[in-house]
């Protein structure tokens, strides 16, 4: 079998990203500009609210942390982010859209991405009245390095 090998292209996902918010009606403000340029210029981001706007300050521009909070929950909402609720303060974006779970290394606030292939689900019959939505995986560790100190 052979697999299409896609390179990543930051200007085709910066552009896919701001045809979205005009097709949903959504205005590309310079704000939002700004954060979908900061959010997609890299692959694969795991980001939360805090260190996105800790990214907009070393980028010297004024972005308020509510409307940090807003736009993600809008580009979440048009698809462009998923959410991932880590604990019930704390949430962290993702960018990567190819289907995947994700480990959530508790300590260090770090997520890293997990192919679906690697975690076999068994999940039970679905009332016919019901379809499935959405599977969502989200595997909490903890380091070892309490257990080493002597």
């Known amino acids: 079998m052979i697999r299409k090998i896609s390179t990543f292209n930051p200007i085709n996902n910066y552009n896919q990203a701001v045809d979205k918010l005009s097709k949903i009606g959504l205005r590309p403000t310079k704000q939002r500009m700004i954060l979908i340029k900061l959010l997609f210029q890299n692959p694969d981001r795991h980001i939360s609210a805090d260190e996105l706007y800790e990214e907009v300050k070393k980028e010297d521009r004024k ?4 409307t940090i909070y807003n736009a993600l929950k809008q580009f979440t909402k048009l698809g462009l982010l ?8 704390k949430s962290i974006y993702c960018t990567n859209h190819d289907p995947h779970y994700h480990l959530y290394i ?3 606030g770090k997520v890293i991405d997990i192919p679906q292939k690697n975690i076999d689900l068994n999940i039970p019959s679905i009332p016919a009245c019901l379809s499935l939505h959405n599977v969502d ?10 257990k080493f100190k002597n």
């Open 82 to 89: 998923k959410e991932l609720v880590v604990d019930q303060n």
């Open 137 to 146: 995986v989200v595997v909490r560790v903890r380091t070892l390095k309490e």
């Open 63 to 66: 972005i308020s942390l509510a």
């Open 106 to 108: 508790e300590d260090e």
